[in-house]
């Protein structure tokens, strides 16, 4: 396993994270201990939840239950700040000094590595998130912070606002990104560059259609996500997007490489990049996500999987 700083911070990440949305629902506790066992073993350190995955905080449930003594063993990442089961929202000091809490309990932790604003609140000036936040570092309830699903504008004003007021910045951003979804690309990454952050990309296989099990014209695999998802499968599945995978697909197969290995290992190749977080329902899909990052792409060659999906 290889070891990348958090951008510019001082925190250790496995270069292949654990997304652990399908624990506390899709997956049962037996189930989510098989995967968090097969993840330690590989060396995954990276463990990224969130107080909405699972039934009613069940993601953060099955991994403070399953975790144990190896808790601080790992990077725990969780995430606040969408509408949960009892309605509670957003990024204002009152809702987040009762997040923080229901989350450390469920996770029975006494601290989250990072804690990550799950997506912006209009109606909350971001100074006053911030300042919050900084009260939970110096608490200790909280070690690092960061952001997910802002604009490239959003990031730059957050981070400006946190320097003008000496108050702790976001030491990354988590944010959707592959070789199929590259719009990050044109303004968001460089402002995550700019400012020393570093990038978690989410749904680093397109939402499965850069593993290799969707064969234009067949009918989807049983059991599929996108077949609960038909919008978002028209949106993936265009013929453009067709022709790239097709493309992609011939590209690591004449280098002895399946999709899923060129689809992380592109990822990995990406300076701003910290971690591929991934998630798993299987002890076998861990191992597969580790060995995925190993290709070492050239220059050239990724120069030619840019012509590709240009």
């Known amino acids: 396993m290889q070891f990348r700083n958090l951008g510019r911070s001082g925190l250790r990440v496995s270069l292949v994270g654990l997304g652990c949305n399908n624990f506390g629902g899709r997956i049962d506790l037996e189930a989510t201990r098989k995967v968090v066992d097969a993840a330690i073993e590989h060396g995954i350190t990276l463990f990224d ?125 988590q944010d959707e990104y592959s070789l199929l979804k590259r719009g990050a690309e044109k303004d968001l990454i460089p402002a995550i560059a700019h400012y020393g952050m570093g990038l978690l990309p989410y749904f680093p296989l397109a939402n499965g259609a850069l593993t290799g099990k969707y064969k234009r014209g067949a009918a989807m695999p049983e059991g599929a996500r996108l077949t609960k998802l038909p919008e978002r499968a028209g949106q993936i599945f265009s013929e453009e997007n067709w022709l790239k995978i097709e493309g992609l697909t011939a590209f690591a197969e004449q280098r002895g490489h399946s999709l899923v290995e060129l689809a992380f290992s592109w990822l990995a190749a990406q300076p701003v990049v910290s971690s591929v977080i991934a998630g798993a329902t299987k002890p076998e899909q861990i191992a597969a996500n580790v060995k995925a990052a190993d290709w070492a792409l050239t220059a050239g060659e990724l120069a030619e999987i840019d012509e590709i999906v240009k």
């Open 49 to 173: 939840t969130a107080d909405i995955y699972g039934e009613k905080g069940g993601s953060e449930t099955a991994l403070g239950q399953v975790l144990g003594a190896r808790r601080k063993d790992i990077v725990l990442a969780s995430k606040f700040g969408m509408k949960m089961f009892h309605g509670g929202e957003g990024g204002s000091r009152r809702y987040i000094m009762t997040a923080v809490e229901e989350s450390l309990q469920r996770l029975k932790t006494d601290w989250i590595d990072l804690y990550q604003f799950h997506k912006p609140d209009p109606l909350t000036p971001i100074d006053e998130t911030l300042r919050v936040l900084e009260d939970l570092v110096t608490q200790g309830k909280v070690r690092y912070i960061g952001c997910s699903n802002m604009v490239a504008w959003q990031v730059a004003d957050a981070q400006w606002t946190a320097r003008d007021l000496g108050l702790t910045g976001f030491a990354s951003a």
